[in-house]
């Protein structure tokens, strides 16, 4: 089995994976939030939201800023446009591939119309 070696994709796919932290970033996706507000959006406890927070930090979907108390999180833009790209490379390889099928289906379909013309 081909292996490839690519962590950052790893940990955000890993951290895409759980509903709650989706969530997070569809919230920091209307606007950036303290760690407060986010726990209590999800009904979380601080602990449970930061441990969350932290997996999006380590992947690069999330990043965060403490100022005093408060730490601000935002989104992780260059984490998010590598998973993006890397999601994107595939969809062009299936759409090609799929384009490639309805060819050879059309050619087929073209041959038996044109058999059974003849056979008549």
């Known amino acids: 089995m081909v292996q490839y070696s690519a962590p950052h994709l790893d940990a955000s796919f890993a951290a895409l994976s759980d509903a709650t932290r989706r969530g997070v970033l569809e919230r920091l996706g209307r606007a950036d939030a303290s760690i407060t507000e986010l726990a209590q959006t999800f009904h979380m406890t601080l602990t449970g939201m930061k441990k969350h927070v ?3 930090e380590q ?3 999330v990043t965060s800023e403490k100022v005093g108390r408060v730490r601000t999180c935002r989104l992780g833009r260059p984490g998010l446009e590598e ?3 890397w999601i994107e490379g595939r969809r062009r390889v299936w ?3 799929f384009d490639a099928l ?3 289906l059309e050619t087929l379909k ?3 119309e044109a058999d059974g013309r003849h056979g008549e």
């Open 110 to 112: 073209q041959q038996e």
């Open 54 to 56: 932290g997996v999006l």
């Open 59 to 61: 992947a690069g979907l």
């Open 95 to 97: 759409n090609a591939r």
């Open 83 to 85: 998973a993006a790209a």
């Open 102 to 104: 309805e060819g050879v």
